[in-house]
């Protein structure tokens, strides 16, 4: 089983099936993993989910949140699953038999999420510029979707049963961009920083009046997309904050003295 | 996705619950598997379960048999899924990460089967007897039952996306004794034919009134396992039951001379 388990949070975005959540939680169970979060669930289904047979004490520590950047607030990597099949990927695309040795070295440094969709229709678009990859479990193109309980419980059985014993060096070519090993000062930042950056450096855009408002969302999204794939460490997350809030702070009051 | 895919039967041992027989079928059609046997199920949920969304026609072409013996009669390999924790193997016990070195040999000779238990039990004593190997799903201690259909879709997973190029070397100490590689006369003989050998030598063993009446069940047992264990070829199996059948003509005769 893998040594850092602890360190990895399952995240179901509205999952609507009580059944599937249940098998979420046995899963978790029969492979060692214990940090469960739910979106925004439906509220009755949730309710009668968290009485699944042995997974009890699981699913009563639940975290419950209303979105998903803040089911990932403290994750340094997320990571969405999905397929490509309908979609465009517009972030680095993974395949599962290859997450472990990127995962690894994160989980010795900070904190991963694993984010699974709704079962109609998956992670949307918006959700996944949350994600600093898009996690695709090889499937067979004529069938690609998988069910939400089989699809975690083969994530975490290959989390679990490929994991290498955790003093082993990280080769770097398969580090992702922005990780520089086992350094504290090249821990990247939790999406929560990412996101308040983010939100610096809009209000900033539209001090500057950037763009027209209509480009917002956008720009947002692309802006949420770009810092995932910058991936900066919490110190210069940090750094780039303090030159946009100092900037702000220079478009405001020459606004003010217009 | 695994080349010799046909080569693979999913055999479901008296299965309850429909759901899960709709979602095995599903993980079947995610990783590409398409020869789904299952042995004396429960009619009217096995009826429902054939209604099962996006594998329609898997579960319209599954085979239906009364026994497990039958359901595997032409399989050269025969892995029983299950877990040690309740039970001590009576045949080799393979770990599932360590399993596509030893089937992918055999898939190019003759055919696999992997047999899942019933929900709540899992595969008996009597059942694994039929087996060649215990696979075993490596989980925690403390939770280690899967449910049916995230354990048929950890395992075709694994088979699915660690199974080699068709034209790799055979590794010889993986292979299971009997198996000498390419050479078709060294091809397994399947299952039905190891069952007609065993019928005869048990005959030829009451002809020669081998041991008490009430032993019969423990011996024919025993002589199951130890036809597995010794996994003769084709041409082997063809050799022994020519011996014991003129064993048993002399030992018939001398009777009737007595």
Same mark, same amino acid.
């Given at each position: ?17 009580p ?8 899963a ?11 979106? #925004? ?7 009668? &989910?968290?009485s699944a047979?042995g997974?009890e004490?699981?699913?009563? @520590? #639940? ?9 990932? &607030?403290? =994750?340094?990597?997320? $990571? ?7 979609? +465009? #990927? /517009?972030? !680095?695309v993974?395949?599962?038999p %290859?997450?472990?040795?990127?995962l690894q ?5 900070g904190?991963? $999420?694993?984010?699974?969709?709704? /079962?109609?229709?998956?992670?949307t ?5 949350? =994600? ?11 069938q ?8 975690? %419980? ?5 989390? &679990?049963?490929?994991?290498?014993? %955790?003093?082993l ?5 398969i580090?992702?961009?922005g990780? @520089?090993?086992?350094?504290? +000062?090249? +821990?990247?930042?939790p999406?929560? @920083?990412l996101?308040?950056? #983010? =939100?610096?450096?809009? /209000?900033?855009?539209?001090?500057a009046?950037?763009?027209p408002?209509?480009?917002?969302p956008?720009?947002?999204?692309d802006?949420?997309l770009?810092?995932r794939?910058? $991936?900066?460490s919490?110190?210069d997350t ?6 946009f809030?100092?900037?702000?702070? !220079?478009l405001?009051?020459s +606004?003010?003295? /217009?």
């Amino acid at each position: 089983l893998l040594a850092n388990a602890k360190s990895v949070e399952i995240v179901l975005v509205s999952p609507r099936n009580p059944l599937n959540i249940g098998a979420v939680a046995r899963a978790m169970a029969n492979f060692g993993f214990e940090h469960l979060t739910v979106v #925004a669930p439906y509220e009755p289904h949730w309710q009668e &989910a968290r009485s699944a047979v042995g997974a009890e004490s699981l699913l009563h @520590n #639940a975290r419950r949140t209303e979105s998903l950047a803040e089911a990932v &607030a403290g =994750c340094t990597l997320v $990571a969405g699953t999905g397929t490509l099949t309908y979609r +465009k #990927a /517009e972030q !680095r695309v993974v395949s599962l038999p %290859a997450l472990v040795p990127i995962l690894q070295p994160e989980l010795e440094l900070g904190r991963v $999420a694993l984010v699974f969709g709704p /079962e109609k229709h998956g992670l949307t678009r918006e959700d996944l510029s949350w =994600c600093h990859l898009l996690l695709e479990i090889p499937t067979d193109p004529r069938q690609p979707s998988m069910n939400l309980g089989q699809a975690v %419980a083969v994530c975490l059985y290959e989390l &679990a049963s490929r994991s290498l014993p %955790a003093q082993l060096d990280h080769p770097g070519e398969i580090n992702l961009k922005g990780s @520089n090993g086992a350094d504290q +000062k090249g +821990k990247r930042a939790p999406s929560a @920083n990412l996101d308040l950056l #983010a =939100c610096v450096i809009e /209000e900033t855009m539209s001090a500057a009046e950037y763009s027209p408002r209509a480009m917002q969302p956008a720009n947002r999204h692309d802006l949420r997309l770009l810092l995932r794939r910058l $991936a900066p460490s919490e110190h210069d997350t940090r750094r780039i904050l303090g030159l946009f809030r100092r900037i702000l702070w !220079r478009l405001q009051r020459s +606004k003010q003295g /217009e």
